[in-house]
Nanobody, 120 residues
Framework: VQLQASGGGLVQAGGSLRLSCAAS????????LGWFRQNPGKERAFVGA???????RYVDSVKGRFTISRDNAKKTAYLQMNSLEPEDTAVYYC???????????????WGQGTQVTVSS
């Protein structure tokens, strides 16, 4: 599976962005899709993930603000980010795994990152 993330940009605090993760390959629907973020000098951190059943999981800091969805027909996953805060500034990555997990090691396929910058 090859993944390509897009949709990042500059937004003011309180604003919204929607990231997309487009996949190639026939078995997209069999994978869980995860979103991670990373700042310079820091480890890549779990944001949330969605399983092939639609089951979702989020890190506490984004619950109620971020929503992950997927469209298997379009082979695309989405990260809708609302009420953005400066602390959400990071490079965001999407990744594919056999199951929903918060651990980077569980994800075999990674897309390139997309920068999200939230100004105060």
């Amino acid at each position: 599976v090859q993944l390509q993330a897009s949709g990042g940009g500059l937004v003011q605090a309180g604003g919204s962005l929607r990231l997309s993760c487009a996949a190639s390959g026939r078995t997209f629907s069999n994978y869980a899709l995860g979103w991670f973020r990373q700042n310079p000098g820091k480890e890549r951190a779990f944001v949330g993930a969605i399983g092939w059943t639609g089951l979702t999981r989020y890190v506490d800091s984004v619950k109620g603000r971020f929503t992950i969805s997927r469209d298997n027909a379009k082979k695309t996953a989405y990260l809708q980010m609302n009420s953005l805060e400066p602390e959400d500034t990071a490079v965001y990555y999407c990744a594919a795994s056999s199951a929903v997990s918060s651990t980077t090691d569980e994800y075999r396929y990674w897309g390139q990152g997309t920068q999200v910058t939230v100004s105060s």
